[in-house]
Structure formats: C-alpha cells, structure tokens
C-alpha cells in the first residue's frame, strides 16, 4: 500500500509539470499568414516546378486554373529534376489545381513504367508513390508488400534523417506492411538535438525536422500505435516550428504549416499558444486583462474551453490581487478572453498573471499603469560656495517660469522636484528623471540626471563654472527641461520649466574652443635603430682570436713535420679534400650572409659526395696498408 501511495503522490507531482510543458507563447499571426499567401502566390508564377508544387498545396483558389495547367507543363517541361521527382510534383500540382484535362500522357506512362522497379532511395519510392495517388492508380497487396521490402532494402544501405523520414511517410500509406519501418520511429528521434533546454529539431534544419515529424506522426497513427514524442517534446518541437515563421519559400511556408498542423491535431499532447493579447500594459482608466488562448496557428480551441482563470499577484509582495476569477470571451474573437480588474482598484505595478486553461497553465506578466503628478518644483541660482542662501522659484505643472535667470560661473543652478501618484498622492521613484539644457541659438543639448534623496525628491544641481568645458564655453540663452519616464506610468511627460542666461568664464579657453583645428604632425613609422657598433679594434682582435687555432694547427703541423708527401694524389683524395674544405667554406658564408634553409640545400650533395669520397680514400689507404 505504502508503494502505491508512493507512485500515486509521484503521479500527482508529474501531472501539473505536464500540463505546465504543454503551453507556447508564439503562434502563427494573421500577419504571417498574409505573407504566406504572397509568397505562394509567387511560386505560382515561378519557373521553378518544386515552387509551384508547394505553392498549388496551399495557395488561395488559382485564377484561371486551366492556364495554370498549360504553364505546369511547360514549367515541367524545362526542369532539370529526374523524372521521379519530376513526375510527383506535377501529379500533385496537376490534382490541387482540378484541371480539366487528364495528365499528359507520356507522364502517367512514366509512372507506370516505374511499378516494377527497385528504388535505390527512400526519397524516390516516396515520390513514386505519392505520384501513383495523385493518378487514383490502383495498389494492390502485392505492390505493397514489395514496396515495404525495399524500403527495409534501402534503409540497410541508407538509414540517414531524409531516407527514415520519406520511409515513414511511405510506410504510413501501406498499413500493415509498415509495421517494421515503425521499429525505426524511435531510432529517428534520439537523434534530435535539444537547443537551449527549449526546442528540440534534427541535423538539417526545417525540412528534415519537419519531414520526420509529420511521416512518423502518420506511421504511428496509421498503424494506430504510440505517439513517437510526449507533450513536453511537442512543446519544444513546435517552438522550434514557431522560431522558423520567417522562412521564406514557398517549400518552407508549406512544411511549416504542415507541421504545425500535425502537432495541432495530436489532441493528447497538442501544445496551445496562452500568451497575452497586447502589450501587458494595463492602462489606470482601463486595466482590462486580456489573454488569448489558441492552437499553433491561432484558431480558437476545437472544442472551446469551458473556463479560463486567472491569479493576479503582485510580483513586488506576491499578495493576491484576485484568485481564480474566470476570464470572459471575447465577442469578436473567441480565441481571446478578458478580465477587467478595474473594480479591484489595483495599484500600480508588475504583477504575475497564472493562467488556468482547461488544465493548460502559463504564468504571464503585466504592468498595471499609473499617472504621477508633480506635486512641487523649486528652481534658483545661488553662489557656487554656498555662503548666502539659493533664491528659488516655485513653479506649478505645465507652466513656465516667468521670469528669466541668470547665472554665471560663479553660481550654480539647482532644481528640485516632487514627484507623487495621483490617485495616493504618496511620493514616487521613477526610471529616468533627466533635466535637459539647450542653448536657443544653436540648439545644442546637453543632458543631466536628477538623483532622488532619502524623501524620494529628485535634485538637480550644476555648478556652472566646473562645468564650462561640457558646454563648450559657449555663454547664452539656455531653455531647462525636465524630463521623466517610467515603465509603470503611462503620463510620462517633458516639461518646459524656465530659461537661464548662462555665462562661463575663461575667455582664453573659449577662444581656443572657437579656432580652427589644425591638422596634427603625419605619423611616420620608424624602424628601430640598430645597436651601436663596437669599435673596429675590438672587431679586428675578436677576429684574429678567432683564427688563432688555425695557426696554432699550421705551427703544430710544422713541428710535427707532417707528411705531405705521403698525400694519395687520387681522385678519391682530392675530391675529399675539397669538399670538405668547401663545407668550412660554406658554414663562413653562412655565418656572414645565408640563412639556414639555403645553407642545408647546399651542404646536402656536399656531405654526400664528402662521405663518398672519404670512404673511397681510407678504403684504398688500407688496402696500402695490408700490401706493406
């Protein structure tokens, strides 16, 4: 019993983390949609046979749909596909398009003509069989169970994303036969890769991750067994769906939607779209909550829900605003549901939205909005050292000071300013609260940040003189501006407070901000200066250190009294002699002028003809020897 209570507490714990996955914040607007329909009605007109295929599948009603035919033919007539493919889009478009005529002839004894042969692909197959549908010909049982050995013929020497996704999508249309093809579904979709811990898609992008779900998801429900993924991989496939909406081609657009309609369809694991309609931001005259609940594409719910809740915490405090209140439906789109929270006198804020949607949850974030008044505004020029006291002007919201400052750059300039909430007239901290300073004959701007103190007023205060160089020294009238703004306040709002007559000091520095700029020395590069060389006495002497020995030797030898007449004037002998004195030779001029690659492609043939000849030389020195 303790076992059961066990598994059933777990059970309870998983469910809500289930239901929870199966929620997306995107789905396909109708502004996709409408370029959707542009971009197959370009593949209609297109040269390309796959884009007027993909485009017949899904495009509004042809005009004209008996031209369309003559121009499906003389498009695939131009095509560079094998015929197998060739055939299947034509077939296909041919059939979306109704026409009137039968399919050329020489195409359907192409297709015919295939019935007996052994496809060396999946992909193939698959394009052959869908053009056998396309012409209502005939499949028997015997077909079936040879088409079901190929597919296992070519997925032994095949078995990548593309050849299983276009065998289950063959599978899928055999029945029974496919039964182990299905035995690959799961082999399919380990391959996966996860993105982020949010969306999960195969090696190929769009259009092997689409192929693969929408043939196994037919495979599975045609043999009428287990889905292939559980809710929370549909959710992360259809994010992934949803985060390719840009595409482009007609191709694209129609796998897309295919895919999205799959996942729509799987009523057991089908993600919704619960996302706000709207900005999330709730104005204070109106704070109407409004939710829309949807499938992937954004049609209503199939069948509707029943109730749609809503718990509203603030997400400051996380106190209840309202729990459990049922959202009401839209008039004019059910797809939407609302909530007015008006009668709840909310303050403003950002709160958290936990939405319950027959079992689907999603928790959104909203910001109720609020006005903020300025209850007080001071503005003075008084002396930069704060001797005597700042002399300041009251001014009320919206109007201007009337009188015009003045200061210089002895003084400073403050301005202090309350801000409140106009419906609890209770103090208030904003996002940006800036003072703006434009000269009027120029109109440059310079702009400041008014810092709040410890009674939630916000300060602004210049001294004129330090701040000289920020305005160029540039002496005049200047207009001061306030300017506030704030996520949670929908009256944000730049006010026109007064002129000041500024002027800075240091004509000196003003004169050279005035003149021209003139242009800086050319930059020249410089190589570094080689070291000093060493006095040529002290080159002469390390040289004749260093041929030393070599006299040394010459003075040994004549001491020793070698035998010069003994030398074997053979060729042997000589040829010894020389190269390897030309190797001595060589290591010199290496040592004055040649690097080392050159070096090496000259001592080689040197040392082999020096090991030669030197092995010839003692060779035949000891054959004299053994004659004695």
């Known amino acids: 019993m303790k076992l059961i209570g066990y598994f059933l507490l777990l059970i309870g714990c998983l469910i809500p983390a289930v239901w929870t996955a199966k929620t997306v914040s995107k789905f396909i607007t109708p502004l996709d949609q409408d370029r959707y329909q542009s971009i197959f009605s370009e593949g209609l007109q297109s040269n390309d046979l796959q884009a007027v295929y993909y485009s017949s599948v899904n495009a509004a009603e042809v005009e004209k749909p008996q031209d369309a035919c003559k121009r499906l033919v003389a498009v695939f007539g131009e095509s560079k596909l094998n015929d197998v493919e060739k055939n299947f889009y034509l077939t296909g478009a041919w059939k979306n398009f109704n026409c009137k005529d039968a399919v050329p002839a020489k195409v359907q004894d192409s297709v015919k003509s295939f019935a007996q042969k052994q496809f060396s692909s999946a992909q193939e197959l698959y394009f052959y069989f869908q053009a056998v549908k396309n012409l209502n010909l005939p499949i028997d049982e015997a077909q079936k169970v040879r088409m079901a050995k190929n597919l296992q013929f070519v997925l032994l020497k095949d078995d990548s994303l593309s050849s299983l996704g276009h065998a289950f999508a063959v599978a899928a249309e055999i029945g029974s036969h496919g039964q182990a093809t299905y035995e690959r579904v799961e082999e399919a979709f380990v391959q996966a890769d996860e993105v982020d811990g949010k969306m999960l898609q195969f090696e190929g992008g769009l259009s092997i991750t689409a192929l693969i779900v929408n043939s196994a998801f037919k495979l599975s429900n045609s043999l009428q067994k287990p889905l292939p993924i559980n809710a929370e991989q549909a959710v992360k496939f259809a994010t992934y769906f949803l985060s390719r909406a840009s595409v482009q081609t007609p191709k694209g657009v129609s796998i897309l939607l295919e ?66 209140v049922n959202l009401v439906p839209s008039n004019s789109n059910p797809s939407i549901f609302t909530y007015n929270l008006k009668s709840l006198n909310p303050p403003r804020g950002q709160y958290k939205v936990d939405i319950d949607a027959g079992g689907y949850k999603q928790t959104l974030k909203v910001n109720v909005l609020g006005k903020v008044k300025v209850s007080l505004l001071e503005i003075g020029v008084g002396d930069s050292d704060s001797t005597s006291a700042i002399k300041k002007h009251t001014v009320q919201y919206s109007n201007k000071l009337n009188t015009e400052l003045a200061a210089d750059a002895q003084q400073k300039i403050v301005l202090r300013v309350q801000l409140a909430d106009e419906a609890t007239d209770k103090p208030v901290n904003v996002h940006q609260a800036f003072v703006l300073l434009r000269n009027k004959a120029t109109q440059q701007e310079i702009i400041f940040v008014a810092e709040a103190d410890s009674t939630k007023a916000y300060k602004f205060e210049m001294d004129v003189g330090a701040r000289s160089a920020d305005f160029g020294y540039k002496s005049g009238l200047y207009s001061v501006e306030l300017i506030v703004g704030d996520a949670l306040i929908s009256n944000s709002f730049k006010w026109l407070v007064a002129d000041v007559n500024i002027k800075f000091s240091g004509e000196t520095a003003k004169d050279n901000v005035n003149q021209p700029r003139q242009p800086l020395p050319e930059i020249v590069h410089q190589f570094r200066v080689p070291e000093k060389r060493p ?31 003994n030398f074997p004037l053979t060729l042997s002998g000589l040829s010894f002699h020389l190269t390897f004195g030309a190797i001595l030779a060589l290591f010199g001029v290496f040592w004055l002028k040649l690097d080392m690659f050159k070096t090496i492609s000259y001592l080689i043939p040197l040392a082999v003809l020096t090991f030669l000849c030197g092995n010839r030389l003692l060779r035949s020195i000891a054959g004299r020897g053994s004659e004695k």
């Open 535 to 565: 006095p040529r006495l002290v080159s002469d002497l390390f040289t004749a250190l260093c041929l030393a020995p070599l006299a040394l030797l010459l003075i040994l030898w004549a001491k020793l009294r070698v035998n010069v007449a």
């Open 259 to 324: 895919a999205l309609n799959t996942l729509s369809g799987q009523k057991t694991i089908a993600p919704i779209c619960v996302m706000l309609s709207g900005n999330g931001q709730l104005s204070p005259e109106s704070p109407v909550l409004s939710v829309r609940v949807s499938d992937l594409l954004g049609k209503p719910l199939t069948p509707a829900l029943a109730v749609v809740s809503a718990t509203v915490k603030s997400k400051l405090s996380n106190e209840a605003l309202a729990s459990k």
